[in-house]
T-cell receptor, first 114, second 113 residues
């Protein structure tokens, strides 16, 4: 049983560019959350997708957007990249987490903005 | 969600019990205490959670004080592979909760041979 997978593993972009990160949830999970983790910090919640809609959003600008597909996989898009967007981006999946307990995290995508 | 406070770092000898404390003095009655850990360069991993009773699973034990204002995660026989950042998180349950996790700085546990 595959766990949460993310692609790509590493990515280098230039300021002002756009990036798309991808996440496939654990089999049977329908909810995907995205987190940003800067070096030396704990992960920060970006947003969560459930039933193909954004259900909750953290304190991130509109440059951060997402999508969930009918197969529950998800994308995180970041426009107009800034140096400060360099971080590890984590995807977590679960069954409707308001009702269940565990969230499973993927290995993350390391984004470097130069 | 209530805020948590953890010591920034701790050491533990291999084979000994590791006891990681967490303060959550503003926890409300319907909020649970969760513990996750993050081994270097990996995503966080769920360890255990509890409401008010002590809990134990194959990974760890969770001791919550009677007033629920603090808790302790216990790794009974720490190994070198337990070296990681441990996060204590408080979150609510129920259909009105999305399960958003609010991570603090966590405690870096270094298990030494």
């Amino acid at each position: 049983d595959a766990g949460v997978t993310q692609s790509p593993t590493h990515l280098i972009k230039t300021r002002g560019q756009q990036v798309t990160l991808r996440c496939s949830p654990k089999s049977g999970h329908d909810t995907v959350s995205w987190y940003q983790q800067a070096l030396g910090q704990g992960p920060q919640f970006i947003f969560q997708y459930y039933e193909e809609e954004e259900r909750q959003r953290g304190n991130f600008p509109d440059r951060f957007s997402g999508h969930q597909f009918p197969n529950y996989s998800s994308e995180l898009n970041v426009n107009a990249l800034l140096l400060g967007d360099s971080a590890l981006y984590l995807c977590a999946s679960s069954l409707d987490p308001g009702l269940t307990y565990e969230q499973y995290f993927g290995p993350g995508t390391r984004l470097t903005v130069t | 969600d209530a805020k948590t406070t953890q010591p920034p770092s701790m050491d533990c000898a291999e084979g000994r019990a590791a006891n990681l404390p967490c303060n959550h003095s503003t926890i409300s009655g319907n909020e649970y205490v969760y513990w996750y850990r993050q081994i270097h360069s990996q995503g966080p991993q769920y360890i255990i959670h509890g409401l008010k009773n002590n809990e134990t699973n194959e990974m760890a034990s969770l001791i919550i004080t009677e007033d629920r204002k603090s808790s302790t995660l216990i790794l009974p026989h720490a190994t070198l592979r337990d070296t990681a950042v441990y996060y204590c998180i408080v979150r609510g349950h129920g259909s009105s909760n999305t399960g958003k996790l609010i991570f603090g700085q966590g405690t870096t546990l270094q298990v030494k041979p």
